[in-house]
């Protein structure tokens, strides 16, 4: 019996945050970094959000409410999914968060015993495998495929669903490729769905980049589709649509009001409820109408980013970067620059010596921080089966254009610093 429960041994973590250590070492070393990992708006809240939290603690409105969520900011948002996804939504059946994460752990923690089967999008958010884990579901990752432009259809889909599929986490636009799925494609897997899994099946369906999609695309959700508003649960945040990731305010849209209380209740377990000065500015994000343009402003930044990142990584030898359509990341295949660095020599000898599980892409992300002064995420940051092979690099577009062009010169220089590479691997 140790200090730590056995379930400590099982739970994942997020390496965008993870990766601040090694980020604190190049720069106590005095080397600079550009920061090109974490998925965070490079913008502030609006201002109109802004005092109307101050406004409201001023009055005094800092006091216990409701675990549920106050009613008229549930209302604004049962309102605002109503208009954009054309299904009835009673504020009964919204919960709100703090922050978008907790309603990941809550649909598994609420719908999935050990040995139930829950499909979810790999590479994906790494809280859904962790999650998966911990209570002991069993994982079915559904590759998200480069040569579809990591989206997934009826073909990929239909040999994982089961009648023990009791979850399938959809994310569209996704974390971290881009990937945005098709109304077509949603329709095909309702289909499926309805056809092949567990008679109780749930749908979380993981929307918080919904305003982020680019080339005119439209945000499509599977709960529009028919059959599907009763075995939907919506995830949703401020966080990337309005600029908000520090105030922690999130949200789920429930099938049913049983489900929801079942919400209610894992919020009085952890936290009680989320600030209610919190609450009121995120309902006057949703309701003033200063901020939708806004949100179309910061949208067309990140796609004129992404327009030009995309063709800068595409100008590297050894890199190819399919265009994303939505979300803020850019997410290059760099197995051409991993060969010709010989990183999965270098790979396969680390494992063959001490069993350190070093992917290939992990070793180039690590050699282009410590050495060249650029953080990036690898591949099995964002899920750790299936990374075999898979070589693959998350660029957050959430930062200034000269800081991204600067990022991506330094990964040019990485991509070509074949005794600088020797020389990392060295030191390990």
Request: proline content about 6%; hydrophobic content about 40%.
């Amino acid at each position: 019996m140790g200090v730590f429960s056995q379930r400590m041994n099982v739970l994942g973590t997020e390496n965008a945050f993870k990766l601040g250590r090694d980020i604190q070492k190049v720069e106590s070393g005095g080397q600079d970094v550009v920061k090109l990992n974490l998925g965070e708006p490079d913008f502030d809240s609006a201002e109109n959000i802004n005092q109307a939290a101050i406004a409201e603690i001023q009055a005094g409105n800092s006091h216990y409410v409701d675990p549920r969520g106050l009613l008229p900011l549930r209302r604004s948002i049962a309102g605002h999914i109503e208009h954009t996804r054309g299904v009835s939504v009673d504020p009964e059946r919204v919960v709100v968060t703090s922050g978008g994460k907790p309603p990941i752990g809550y649909s598994i923690l609420t719908y999935v015993d050990p040995g139930d089967e829950v499909i979810y999008p790999n590479p994906g958010f790494p809280i859904y495998e962790s999650w998966i884990d911990l209570v002991g579901g069993v994982p079915r990752p559904l590759e998200l495929k480069e040569e579809k432009d990591f989206r997934f259809d009826a073909s990929d889909l239909e040999s994982l669903v089961t009648d023990r599929t009791k979850l399938i986490i959809i994310n569209s636009p996704s974390n971290p490729t881009g990937g945005v799925l098709t109304r077509e494609d949603l329709r095909q897997v309702a289909e499926i769905l309805q056809r092949k899994a567990h008679p109780d099946f749930r749908v979380l369906s993981d929307e918080v980049y919904e305003e982020i999609v680019f080339d005119g695309l439209s945000h499509e959700s599977i709960v529009s589709e028919p059959g599907m508003a009763g075995r939907t649960v919506i995830m949703n945040s401020h966080s990337k649509t309005f600029a908000m990731t520090g105030w922690r305010l999130g949200y789920a849209l429930l099938p049913t009001v049983e489900e929801a209380d079942a919400f209610f209740q894992w919020n009085v377990n952890l936290y009680s409820c989320t600030p209610p000065f919190i609450q009121m500015a995120a309902k006057a994000a949703l309701d003033n109408p200063e901020n939708q343009g806004i949100v179309r402003s910061m949208r067309k930044t990140f796609q004129e980013r992404r327009d030009a990142v995309v063709a800068a990584l595409n100008r590297i030898e050894g890199l190819r970067c399919v265009q994303p359509k939505g979300a803020f990341y850019a997410f290059p295949n760099i197995e051409g620059i991993c060969r010709r660095l010989g990183i999965p020599d270098a790979s396969a000898r680390l494992q063959a010596d001490d069993q350190r599980g070093l992917q290939p892409s992990t070793l180039f992300q690590m050699f282009a921080l410590y050495k060249h002064g650029v953080a990036t995420l690898d591949r099995t940051a964002f899920g750790t089966r299936d990374t075999e092979g898979r070589h693959y690099l998350r660029i957050s577009l959430a930062s200034d254009l000269a800081s991204l062009q600067e990022g991506v010169r330094r990964l040019e220089a990485a991509a070509k610093d074949e005794q600088g590479f020797a020389e990392f691997m060295d030191k390990i």
